[in-house]
């Protein structure tokens, strides 16, 4: 969607010259239309990327939770693995003590199948934290690009003669009637003031 800002210079995308030919302002605002078709497609795939870190940050805490949570059963296994083991030798050589020794070797399986598991899901976590990262990163990098769009629509919209919703049409002062215009009051003149001169005539003695 078009910046609103921008939409009276759009106005005069179909504007021509004298000799048929689009008008400066008309160059410009082709220019601009470019531009905001840029700026919307590129929101467009921000708002992609930024769904796309959703699914991912969800997938991140999932895994890390699920880690956690084998981690500390891991533990468990290896602490029953470890008792059975004990039992085992101190149960001598009888009935009793193979039934605890193969109850420590099922453990032991238990454990090294649990690791597996747990390296597969360890990695699948870093990698979903490099490309979590990546994404990121893809985020500042497209919100400057739609940055630097606007900043360059703004400064063709000045040429236009607009900022923001200043008109664009504002009368040139050849087009204002006479008595509108004004000249430039000069500073008034200090006003200098001459000593009189005062004339004394002498009589002739008679």
Same mark, same amino acid.
């Given at each position: 969607?078009?910046?609103?800002?921008?939409?009276?210079? =759009?106005?005069? %995308?179909? @504007?021509?010259? *004298?000799?048929?030919?689009?008008? !400066?302002r &008309?160059?410009? $605002?082709?220019?601009?239309?470019?531009?905001a078709?840029?700026?919307?497609?590129?929101?467009?795939? =921000?708002?992609? %990327?930024? @769904?796309?870190? *959703?699914?991912?940050q969800?997938t !991140?805490? &999932?895994?890390? $939770?699920s880690?956690?949570?084998?981690?500390?059963?891991?533990?468990?296994?290896?602490t029953?693995?470890?008792?059975?083991?004990?039992?085992?030798?101190?149960?001598?050589?009888?009935?009793?003590? &193979?039934?605890?020794?193969k109850?420590?070797?099922a453990?032991?399986?238990?454990?090294a199948?649990f690791?597996?598991?747990?390296?597969?899901?360890a990695?699948?976590?870093?990698q979903?934290?490099?490309?979590?990262?990546?994404?990121?990163?893809?985020?500042?990098?497209?919100?400057g690009?739609?940055?630097?769009?606007?900043?360059t629509?703004?400064?063709?919209a000045e040429r236009?003669?607009?900022?923001?919703?200043?008109?664009?049409?504002?009368?040139?002062?050849?087009?204002?009637?006479?008595?509108?215009?004004r000249?430039?009051q000069?500073?008034?003149?200090?006003?200098?003031?001459?000593?009189?001169?005062?004339?004394?005539?002498?009589r002739?003695a008679?």
């Open positions: 969607m078009i910046d609103p800002r921008f939409q009276e210079v =759009l106005e005069f %995308i179909d @504007e021509r010259d *004298g000799d048929g030919a689009p008008s !400066v &008309a160059k410009i $605002a082709i220019k601009i239309q470019a531009y078709q840029d700026v919307d497609d590129q929101r467009k795939e =921000l708002a992609t %990327i930024e @769904e796309e870190i *959703g699914v991912l969800a !991140v805490d &999932a895994l890390t $939770a880690l956690e949570e084998q981690s500390n059963r891991k533990a468990d296994l290896v029953e693995a470890q008792d059975a083991a004990v039992r085992a030798a101190m149960s001598g050589s009888g009935a009793g003590s &193979a039934g605890l020794r109850k420590a070797q453990t032991r399986d238990r454990i199948e690791s597996k598991d747990y390296e597969s899901e990695n699948r976590l870093a979903s934290k490099i490309t979590l990262a990546s994404k990121a990163l893809a985020v500042i990098d497209q919100r690009i739609i940055v630097r769009r606007l900043n629509m703004s400064s063709l236009a003669g607009v900022e923001f919703g200043v008109e664009l049409t504002a009368p040139s002062i050849q087009s204002q009637p006479l008595r509108q215009r000249r430039p000069s500073a008034p003149r200090g006003i200098v003031r001459r000593s009189r001169r005062v004339m004394v005539r002498r002739k008679s």
